[in-house]
């Protein structure tokens, strides 16, 4: 019996490397199981104690002609020996199933780095598919990179011989084989995933035997040395003490808002249309029923919010949640929630617009139209979720707002962190703050529907509470609730709405400053840009510029004290994904400051070397002027 | 059934203190008075009672009625009354609503309430015109409509909102008349008494932008022959005198149909019938001179309540695996310590 642990694995004559970290890029088709491969080797580099982080990136269409270059499905990940943000901005590694996976990715790869490609898909109709004229093996294209050739279908062929399955099924656990080829490059235990195998198919013990067989062929090719010149080892990170596990963005968000509803005292009731990629927060919570949780899939996006405030009004916690596309179809619904003032979370996982732009790639571009998009003066907080890891965190603070300001609340996340993973330091249960509801339930002498409380809040009063019978709706009210088109009510009112979204800002903190207090540049970032942006100012801290960092997760209303923390710097700059819309909110917001703007908007998150090279050209530009 | 309840409420007690603001003559006027009347008269707990609405002539009417009520945005109320029925399902909620509203700019979720069977009633005031927006026709007009936005005439097929409702799966289809109030009240009472979605095309009069449209059949003097009012179980007879009746032939050009007989040869009205096949021939029957105008109950059956089965749901997922705790649920899947 081969010993499948990587520790007892015999080593030879070569040693074990040691690496701080490593970026991998699985790259297939989209139905070659890539995204099942780079979670199955997050999931045992977390449970391995690795610090990671991982970039799904994946087509639109749920399976694109086979072989194409749009077909191409990649899943990056970063595993590190040490505290890590980003998941790396050129992979040291990129495994090709095919000439389409190759050609879309080679570009990206670290020079010298390795790529690992399935000689198998290299026949001459592969490479038509792929619109290749020539052999990208054999003309060139791989030059200055170290080329491992597998002949992976051929290899899992012969694994998988005395396999009851058919041919077509066993060339399905190709992505296992090259799974266990990289375990042995990388030294990872083989346990977790045969043991996921077994749950993953538990009534089908043939593909149980296929996969561990086929994982475990990958792994003994490794092993002795036919391919490979050697081993690798990442060690353990050196986490903060906690408990961890390891969790996606649109995961750790739905459990949020479960716990935001439960902090207010509130049945959280979700009402959404599936849309690309805030549709698994709707999967997640309709999972959740044994905690109260109500989901309702509603016949489209309008319909969706306008449930969910129907929920609200009916003294429930209602919720929604879309990407882009959908923002704009509620945005009529939006401005009700804001003039019955009643509360409501709206979760807008941002991606590549406009229109329906590219619905699987990442851009922060909903953000002026989060806080102004909508008919007359209409304001509302807006949060934004930064990583996976704090999803739960600001989640929670999304209902905390609108539970105590009677407001809707935007919560923007985008599909960076939506499909984005990483090791979550989970909370201890009891730090978290309840915000119970008090709603009213008589009537004292001053009651009016619209009278206000510290906050500039409405008192919230269920249907079904006798004495307080009232109607409330979009046109303009008094007070009373009655409609109103009395001049200095409707300016009283405006007055109002913005004077309680503005009230927001003094329940949340001004935001913690990285690095020197003073200086000459300050890098202001918002939204799923902090990771890039943290290790890019590190890296020109290191090699010593005079920056530092401060990242907004409150975008509307701003926090108190930026202003006074914006004067100690020379500039600041502004990198966002979209164009220049948080350098125009701070612009108007905080003028006398010089803002830089530094945008991109490919579909892709920045790449740490861009923000390195931005930050230093824009202290270098000021030197010498 | 439950005792009936004493009514211990007026309909005054269902008046709210704001000045009604329809037109002097408005239809609305009488669909208001009874509906008041009905609460009262049905014991109905205000506080329990709940309109929601569109926008639109007729989605005012929450603001006139002293019970809880939503004005929302155009279309939207049947969306928003599904989040408040789950929210609250012992909620009796009334949706109020128009042509324009229900059919035009909300048609979809009119479409999806009835299919779902939510327990509400919904009212449509069908006038065949739009009148907030000052005198535009609407998707029930008929073809040749001519009015501002429509100078040569309109050219679209009107729906019918009552077969839009039996296409839809309505478990409850009704037709009255706002100048009918003794009928109204009884249709009231037949929706009210239905668990479903309650649909009621209410024909209501805009004596404004399209006065007195229907009055070739709901004229005091020509009401009798020009309408038929269908009662549950009994023969499908019409007329002054009682004399004409209706039934349905198989077979030919028509395929299924329903054509003019004698009184003697009437079938019986079955509106808890399993097809709503018979309901669709006589719901279309408005635009044909020949045939009766129908009034009363389309369509009656039973069917699953969405809110009953949404909720049940979570209840039997606690039922069996008891109820969630967040701690559990964040510490869940494959954790470590550090």
Known sequence: MTSTTAHDAPRGELPLQQLDRVVIRFAGDSGDGMQITGNQFTRTSALFGNDLATLPDFPAEIRAPAGTRPGVSGFQLQFSSADIHTPGDAPDVLVAMNPAALMVNIGSLKRGGVVVVNTDAFKETDLKKAKCDSNPLQDGTLDGYRVIEVDINTRVAEALADSPLSNRDKQRCKNFYTLGLMYWVYSRPLEPTLEWLEAKFKNKPELVEANQTALRAGYNAGDIRELFQGQYEVPKATLEPGTYRNVMGNQALAMGLVAGAKLAGLEPIYCSYPITPASSILESLAALKTFGVVTIQSEDEIAAICSAIGASFGGALGMTGTSGPGMALKGEAMGLAISTELPLVIVDVQRAGPSTGMPTKVEQSDLLSSIFGRNGDAPMPVVAISKPSDAFHFAIEACRIAVQYMTPVILLSDNFIANGAEPWKLPDMDDLKPFPVQFTTERTEDFEPFGRDENLARPWVKPGTPGLESRIGGLEKAPTSNISYDPDNHQAMTDLRHAKVRKVADSIPTPELHGPDAGELLVVGWGSTVGILTQAVETAQRRGASVSRLHLTHVWPLPHGLDEIFSRFDRVLVPEMNVAQMAYLLRAELPGHEIVPFNKVTGQPFLVAEIVDEIERVLAAHKTS | ?338
């Not at chain 2, 005792?3 to 008046?15: E, G, H, N, Q, V």
């Not at chain 2, 050009?253 to 709503?276: I, L, N």
Request: with cysteine; hydrophobic share 40%.
């Open chain 2, 1 to 338: 059934m439950t005792d009936i309840a004493t009514p211990t409420r007026t309909k005054k007690d269902f008046a709210s203190d704001q000045e009604v603001r329809w037109c002097p003559g408005c239809g609305d006027y009488a669909i208001l008075n009874a509906l008041q009347k009905y609460m009262a008269d049905s014991g109905a707990d205000p506080a329990n009672t709940v309109f929601v609405s569109g926008i639109g002539c007729s989605s005012r009417f929450p603001y006139y009625m002293n019970t809880y009520g939503f004005h929302t945005i155009h279309g939207r109320a049947p969306a928003v009354a599904t989040g408040l029925k789950v929210a609250n399902p012992d909620l009796d909620v009334w949706i109020v609503t128009g042509d324009g509203d229900a059919l035009s700019i909300g048609g979809n979720h009119l479409a999806h309430i009835l299919r779902r069977n939510l327990d509400v009633n919904i009212l449509l005031f069908n006038n065949e015109i739009y009148g907030l927006t000052k005198g535009q026709y609407s998707p029930t007009s008929p073809v040749g409509t001519r009015k501002k936005s429509t100078p040569m005439g309109s050219v679209d097929r009107p729906f019918e909102p009552a077969q839009f409702a039996l296409g839809s799966q309505a478990t409850f289809v009704a037709r009255t008349i706002d100048q009918d109030q003794k009928h109204m009240a009884k249709t009231l009472e037949a929706a009210a008494a239905h668990r479903g979605t309650s649909f009621i095309e209410i024909l209501q009069n805009c004596v404004i932008f399209n006065k007195d449209f229907y009055s070739e059949t709901v004229d005091r003097k020509v009401r009798p022959d020009r309408t038929i009012d269908l009662a549950p179980g009994e023969p499908l007879v019409y007329g002054a005198d009682r004399s004409k009746g209706l039934r349905f032939t198989l077979g030919g050009d028509t395929g299924f149909a329903v054509e003019r007989c004698s009184a003697d040869d009437a079938a019986a009205w079955q509106p808890q019938a399993t097809s709503p096949a018979a309901a669709f021939l006589l719901a279309g029957m408005r635009d044909d001179p020949e045939m009766p105008v129908p009034i009363g109950v389309f369509r009656d059956v039973a069917a699953p309540i969405y809110e009953t089965g949404v909720r049940a749901q979570v209840d039997d997922a606690i039922a069996t695996k008891g109820a969630g705790d967040l701690k559990d649920l964040v510490y869940s899947g494959e954790i470590w310590t550090v």
